[in-house]
């Protein structure tokens, strides 16, 4: 079992920028693959980055690209997304995955943290 726990979400304005944190509890953090999602009002839940076991690897959804930054720290437990240039197409509720697979489907991953609202004003 991995337990997830997502914190650094909130209100912004457009242009501005958030970090997202989520800390894993449970079997070896290390060995798994990370990836953020997000759902937003009335939308599928969607990959929005993804992160390998060793860090050396990433891949981001096109709309995220270039602002967006997944990164982890295996001696913490805790992968983060660094979220800059925000859009109000960006607010969602984001969350955090743990799977065995590098890919992109939900079907992928087996632990969920409970989400962070992100929220971005125009």
């Known amino acids: 079992q991995v337990q997830l726990v997502e914190s650094g979400g909130g209100l912004v304005q457009t242009g501005g920028s958030l970090r997202l944190s989520c800390a894993a509890s449970g079997r070896a953090f290390s060995n798994y693959v990370m990836a953020w999602f997000r759902q937003g009002p009335g939308q599928v839940r969607e990959s929005v980055a993804r992160i390998s076991t060793s860090g050396g690897s990433t891949d981001y959804a096109d709309s995220v690209k270039g602002r967006f930054s997944i990164s982890r720290d295996n001696a913490k437990n805790t992968v983060y997304l660094q979220m800059n240039s925000l859009k109000p197409e960006d607010t969602a509720v984001y969350y955090c995955?743990?799977?065995?697979?590098?890919?992109?489907?939900?079907?992928?991953?087996?632990?969920w943290g409970q989400g962070t609202q992100v929220t971005v004003s125009s």
């Open positions: 995955a743990a799977g065995r697979l590098y890919g992109v489907s939900r079907n992928e991953y087996t632990y």
